[in-house]
């Protein structure tokens, strides 16, 4: 079997290879760690959010904009997944849709004053 420096160890020393990278905002380097975690275990919340912050970060806008869809489908009130859904949609001039978006998150949040 031939691994890379990205893929290699247990899936929790990928997530805090992926996480140092994150950190070190080499976000190119910790979304390639993350893309194999998150194919590996899909039903984790944390790595495909990590993933869609990464995607983000390194404006690859529309693969973060897949992570979220895809974290919102399984979990509709993880309020952090809509907020950056949200702010991914902005930046892509997608006001319209984004404002749907943020004012779940702002309500999921209970931050009524927001709203």
Same mark, same amino acid.
């Given at each position: 079997?031939?691994?890379?420096?990205?893929? !290699?160890g247990?899936p929790?020393?990928?997530?805090?290879?992926?996480?140092?990278?994150?950190?070190?905002?080499?976000?190119?380097?910790?979304?390639?760690?993350?893309?194999?975690?998150?194919?590996?275990?899909?039903?984790?919340?944390?790595? =495909?959010?990590?993933?869609? =912050?990464?995607?983000? %970060?390194?404006?690859?806008?529309?693969?973060?904009?897949?992570?979220?869809?895809?974290?919102?489908?399984?979990?509709?009130?993880? !309020?952090?997944? =809509?907020?950056?859904?949200?702010?991914?949609?902005? =930046?892509?001039?997608? %006001?319209?849709?984004?404002?749907? %978006?943020?004012?779940?998150?702002?309500?999921?949040?209970?931050?009524?004053?927001?709203?």
């Open positions: 079997m031939n691994t890379t420096y990205y893929d !290699h247990t929790a020393e990928r997530w805090e290879r992926a996480r140092l990278f994150f950190d070190a905002k080499d976000y190119a380097a910790a979304a390639r760690v993350l893309r194999a975690l998150v194919d590996e275990v899909p039903e984790q919340t944390g790595p =495909r959010l990590l993933l869609a =912050r990464s995607y983000y %970060h390194s404006a690859q806008l529309r693969s973060a904009e897949a992570e979220l869809r895809a974290v919102v489908e399984s979990d509709p009130v993880e !309020h952090y997944a =809509r907020l950056m859904l949200g702010r991914t949609l902005q =930046r892509q001039g997608r %006001h319209e849709e984004a404002e749907t %978006h943020l004012r779940v998150a702002v309500a999921l949040a209970g931050d009524f004053d927001r709203l």
